[in-house]
């Protein structure tokens, strides 16, 4: 046989089986763990489950239609759950890049001393998981054992940083901020690095001061790492659970099992064993993802064309 | 998003290329700079962004060494008058007969396992993307970049009833494989892969008569290594960080993340206060060593989404 084939076809041949086996295990992989998945939320959205007769047969399976998705957007639930981390990615998103951006731009100005080692500090943060910054920052927001507390108190500024809604919503935000702080500064700090020196000594022999330079000259050359990171962080924070949880086992917090969309698909499923629900938020988590996703990025592209 | 199908990109300049500019740029530009953005003025504003991240993990050392009274009472950022450390450590080994221990090895395994199969699935998977032509590649190449948009736990819900009709919920796979996965590593690995890897040096691998997968192994992945490495301790972090994932699959105590495991003992703390030394011990025994171990390795970090061209 070998001698039929050609060493041209044998060649390519050999070269196509190169390409499966380096790229078959990944989309294998990433079929059956973001394909499937996805598409099997959105089968298990239509269906619910129905007891028959006095339910001895156990649940069976039917088609529901658009029930639950008419369920979950008349779900007050879900709808003040979606309300609460629009509210805090409204207010999260914007103040993470903003601090962001201005201690990059700082950081690349070459104004400030000791540069590395800020890099570092700053970058400490990422590497602490979420739950553990959520439990130190759950310390050190509870009366009695802080001393932000205590040291407010002392200069006559009583904080609850538990007790009320927005009290809380503030310090969901101060977590992820610290949380996420380092790492984005040194995101848009790299693309700093990579604007070209010409542009910018051309715009200093124009007459245009350092703050000129950094917002009209620097910034926008690394506006796709900012739309980068901003989009990553918005896709975040629609997830928003374990911090929530953390300071729901303060006891002292207005937290419910439901507080977020998150929390309320985690309770639907194993809470009250309503997969199908669950499935439905899910799904509508993505879309709300799907369409901000787009959003920004037409909203970005169209800022790009004027 | 654009801009991350946009694969066509010159690569990064290394970032330390331009390190001899900044004193002339300083005393150039020293006339014309307001107060406010003078050199002291700068480093002010680091410093106060700096003294913000310090403190909770300031607060965090100092508990270590305290009894449980001790935090309740006294100044949160001075060390305790006695130095509690090592029946802090003790208490926290033996707690639940040594749970600790065994949650910090099963989330080792998670990290360590998960990252390594994501990156070596990723690194091939972006070399193949880079250096092979074949049909729809680009449309198959969008759709993984599209799964850098899904949000995760849209997809933790079905994967838990997709594991549940196998049997494998309460398994270490039911964590390992979803964390195996990394579309983003997949973009990063094309990128590196094109800027590392000349073509003609495959070339004349293939003309020796190498094979497409040996030649991946011997020239592919040896030069790709630094990104690789990269990739890894993104998703090293990624999965230390995940607490839904293996909050949805386990309900084995012994097969808990450390994250699963403070969070029990956390909401544990009402019944037993004594739990909140636990907890705080506990974070710092799992937090503090990584902070050490990363420090080096946050410039290699720095250097590897630079030559990725995320910018």
Redesign the interface.
């Known amino acids: 046989m070998a001698t039929l084939t050609s060493p041209g076809r044998a060649?390519r041949r050999?070269?196509?089986?190169?390409?499966l086996?380096?790229?078959g295990?990944?989309?294998l992989?990433?079929g059956?763990?973001?394909l499937?998945?996805?598409c099997?939320?959105v089968v298990?959205s239509f269906f619910r489950e129905r007891f028959s007769g006095i339910g001895w047969d156990g649940p069976r399976r039917v088609f529901a239609g658009f029930d639950n998705y008419t369920r979950a957007l008349t779900d007050e639930e879900f709808l003040t759950g979606v309300g609460r981390v629009l509210l805090y990615g409204g207010v999260y998103v914007p103040v993470l890049i903003a601090?962001a951006a201005?201690?990059a731009l700082?950081?690349d100005?070459?104004?400030?001393?000791?540069r590395r080692f800020?890099?570092?500090?700053?970058?400490?943060?990422?590497?602490?998981?979420?739950?553990?910054?959520a439990?130190?920052?759950l310390?050190?927001y509870t009366p009695?054992?802080?001393?932000?507390i205590?040291g407010l108190d002392s200069l006559g500024w009583h904080v609850d940083f538990l007790g009320s809604a927005g009290g809380v919503l503030f310090s969901l935000v101060n977590v992820a901020i610290?949380g996420a702080?380092?790492f984005n500064v040194?995101?848009i700090f790299?693309?700093l690095?990579?604007v070209p020196?010409t542009t910018i000594d051309a715009a200093?022999i124009d007459g245009a001061?350092?703050?000129r330079i950094a917002f009209s000259v620097k910034l926008p050359q690394?506006r796709?790492?900012v739309?980068?990171a901003t989009?990553f962080t918005i896709?975040g924070s629609?997830?928003l659970?374990?911090e929530p949880?953390?300071l729901r086992?303060s006891?002292e917090s207005p937290i419910d099992t439901a507080w977020t969309p998150?929390m309320l698909?985690?309770a639907s499923?194993?809470n009250s064993n309503d997969?199908h629900y669950?499935?439905t938020v899910?799904?509508l988590?993505?879309v709300l993802?799907?369409v901000l996703?787009y959003a920004v990025?037409r909203f970005a592209?169209g800022r790009a064309l004027r | 998003?654009?801009?991350?199908l946009d694969t066509e990109r010159p690569p990064?300049?290394p970032?330390d290329s331009?390190g001899g500019?900044?004193p002339g740029?300083?005393a150039?530009?020293g006339k014309?700079?307001?107060w406010w953005?003078?050199?002291t003025a700068?480093?002010t504003?680091?410093a106060i962004?700096?003294v913000?991240?310090?403190?909770?993990?300031t607060?965090?050392l100092f508990?270590v060494t305290k009894t449980l009274p001790e935090?309740?009472s006294g100044?949160?950022?001075s060390p305790s008058a006695g130095f509690h450390v090592w029946d802090n450590l003790q208490d926290l080994f033996t707690e639940d007969s040594g749970r600790f221990g065994r949650w910090m090895l099963n989330t080792a395994v998670y990290a360590l396992g998960g990252a390594l199969i994501a990156t070596l699935?990723?690194v091939?998977?972006g070399?193949?993307?880079d250096k092979?032509a074949?049909r729809g590649k680009e449309k198959?190449y969008a759709l993984?970049i599209a799964?850098v948009?899904?949000?995760?736990?849209?997809?933790?819900?079905?994967?838990?009833?997709?594991m549940a009709n196998l049997q494998m919920t309460d398994t270490m796979w039911s964590v390992l494989?979803?964390v195996?996965?990394n579309?983003f590593g997949?973009y990063l690995a094309r990128a590196y892969s094109a800027g590392a890897i000349p073509g003609e040096l495959l070339e004349a691998a293939?003309i020796d008569g190498a094979?497409?997968?040996r030649?991946?192994f011997a020239v592919g992945l040896k030069m790709m290594a630094p990104g690789a490495v990269t990739i890894f301790l993104i998703q090293f972090?990624a999965i230390?960080?995940n607490?839904?994932l293996p909050?949805?699959m386990i309900t084995d105590n012994d097969l808990f993340s450390v994250?699963q495991g403070?969070?029990t003992w956390?909401?544990a703390?009402?019944q037993n206060p004594e739990y909140t030394r636990l907890?705080?011990v506990g974070?710092a025994v799992?937090?503090i060593p990584?902070?050490l171990l990363?420090?080096p390795l946050?410039r290699r970090w720095?250097a590897g989404?630079?030559e990725g061209g995320?910018?």
């Open positions: 060649k050999q070269r196509h089986s190169g390409v086996l380096l790229l295990p990944f989309l992989l990433f059956l763990t973001y499937v998945p996805l099997y939320a298990l601090l201005v201690l700082l950081l100005t070459a104004l400030v001393h000791a800020f890099h570092t500090l700053l970058f400490l943060p990422h590497i602490v998981p979420g739950l553990i910054a439990i130190i920052w310390y050190l009695g054992l802080s001393p932000i205590d610290w702080l380092g040194i995101l790299v693309g690095q990579a020196r200093r001061g350092e703050l690394v796709p790492t739309m980068v989009l896709i629609l997830q659970y374990t949880m953390i086992t006891g998150n698909a985690y499923a194993f997969y669950a499935a899910s799904v988590i993505a993802a799907g996703s990025t592209s | 998003m654009t801009h991350l990064a300049r970032e331009r500019r900044s740029r300083a150039r530009s014309s700079t307001p953005l003078s050199r700068a480093t504003l680091c962004a700096g913000y991240t310090l403190l909770p993990l607060w965090l508990a935090l309740y100044n949160g950022f699935l990723s091939a998977a070399y193949a993307f092979f074949f198959w993984v799964g948009l899904v949000p995760h736990t849209a997809i933790v819900i079905p994967l838990y009833l997709m494989i979803p195996a996965v579309p997949v293939r094979g497409e997968v030649t991946f972090i230390w960080n607490f839904f909050m949805v994250a403070l969070f956390n909401s703390v009402s907890v705080v974070s799992t937090t990584l902070l990363f420090i946050q720095r989404l630079a995320l910018r």
